[in-house]
């Protein structure tokens, strides 16, 4: 073979090298390929071993023809390697499917309690109160004693207390009531307000019963509001909340920080009041505990002024939810179950 000969030959071997490159169809294949050529028994490594036998004049050009011929394949072997690589991840890219609906992110939605305490504060905002906070960590003096129950007061029974030290000075609050002294040591006559916030009991889960819970304060102080008043702002309030269908019902009650107090009814939501399981069939449903301002609470807040009096109220969020919207164990609040939580808001 001469050099004419053996630069032909290369020639086809290129353009055919080049051909079958442009009809693969993969890497894989393309790996196979290169080893066909470039490996160390493919064809280019055989002919270069072919050398050493040649006539001596014909050895320099045969090499440079076979590198030249290596240097064209390589090149068109690294077009073709990026091209089919980019059509890979088209492919990849276009075996997605578009037409399928996307992800919906989880939406949340609000808790009944929630929903509830936003439409007390809209319903007394409306009619001028502020909202107040106070802390969950109460002390003695805040949750009992100003509040017209002294040491060993027996109306302390009605509060399992949750007590933070052993000399009882703290405790987790067991009503919203403490916001009321608060209030009253901070801001000054005529004053109405509501709170809104847990409180603490050491009771037991069952279907009426949470060791933690919420509870709305209210409180209005002036000179010479009456009883009167607090009927007219908690009937307004309830009809506000359940509809003006729903009747109100005022009953004698005990509380020591109010003279009078009351226990407050609405008609059942359920039955209307002719008498059903959830009222008990007494056909009312306890919603409120209110009264007058005790003077001992008004003398232990600080206030002094003679004509001033003042009413109260406070009531648990979870009961007014249970009644709104037909709720029958309490527990549903507290389990975090998105199929229960999501019905509401
Ligand atoms: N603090 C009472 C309770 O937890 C509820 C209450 C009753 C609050 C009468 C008041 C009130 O402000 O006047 O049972």
């Not at 072919?50 to 290596?70: D, F, H, R, T, Y």
């Not at 504060?121 to 802390?135: A, E, S």
């Not at 060993?152 to 052993?166: I, K, Q, V």
Request: hydrophobic fraction near 40%.
């Amino acid at each position: 073979m001469d050099e004419k000969d053996l630069s032909l030959k290369l020639e086809v071997i290129v353009a055919e090298a080049i051909q079958r490159l442009s009809k693969l169809n993969n890497t894989e294949e393309l790996e196979k390929w290169r080893i066909q050529y470039f490996g160390r028994k493919g064809i280019f490594a055989s002919m270069t071993s072919q050398i050493p036998s040649m006539p001596v004049e014909m050895k320099p050009q045969a090499g440079a023809l076979i590198n030249s011929a290596k240097r064209k394949l390589t090149e068109a072997f690294e077009e073709r390697k990026k091209n089919l690589l980019t059509l890979q991840d088209k492919k990849t890219e276009f075996n997605l499917n578009f037409g399928l609906p996307g992800l919906k992110p989880e939406t949340g939605s609000l808790h009944p309690v929630t929903l509830v305490s936003r439409e007390i504060v809209r319903i007394f905002q409306g009619l001028g109160f502020g909202v107040h906070t106070g802390p969950e960590i109460e002390t003695d003096f805040y949750n009992f004693e100003a509040l017209n129950m002294p040491a060993d007061h027996p109306a302390r029974d009605m509060w399992d207390t949750f007590y933070l030290d052993s000399e009882r000075k703290f405790l987790l609050r067991t009503h919203t009531s403490p916001v009321q002294i608060r209030v009253m040591e901070k801001i000054s006559v005529p004053l109405r307000i509501i709170a809104i916030g847990k409180t603490f009991r050491r009771d037991d889960f069952d279907a009426s019963h949470s060791p933690v819970f919420h509870q709305v304060e209210g409180l209005m102080v002036g000179p010479d509001i009456t009883f009167s008043n607090l009927k007219a702002v908690l009937i307004f309030f309830l009809k506000e909340l359940f509809g003006t269908r729903v009747k109100v019902n005022f009953l004698p009650s005990y509380f020591p920080f109010t003279e009078p107090s009351a226990e407050i009814s609405i008609s059942c939501v359920i039955c209307e009041g002719k008498g059903c399981q959830t009222c008990g069939f007494t056909g009312w449903l306890e919603i409120l505990g209110a009264g007058m301002v005790h003077p001992e609470v008004f003398r232990k807040s600080g206030i002094q002024q003679n004509n001033v009096t003042g009413f109260a109220f406070g009531a648990g969020l979870e009961r007014i939810a249970m009644i709104k919207y037909g709720i029958d164990d309490i527990r549903q609040f507290y389990t975090g179950d998105m199929r229960f939580l999501k019905q509401f808001g």
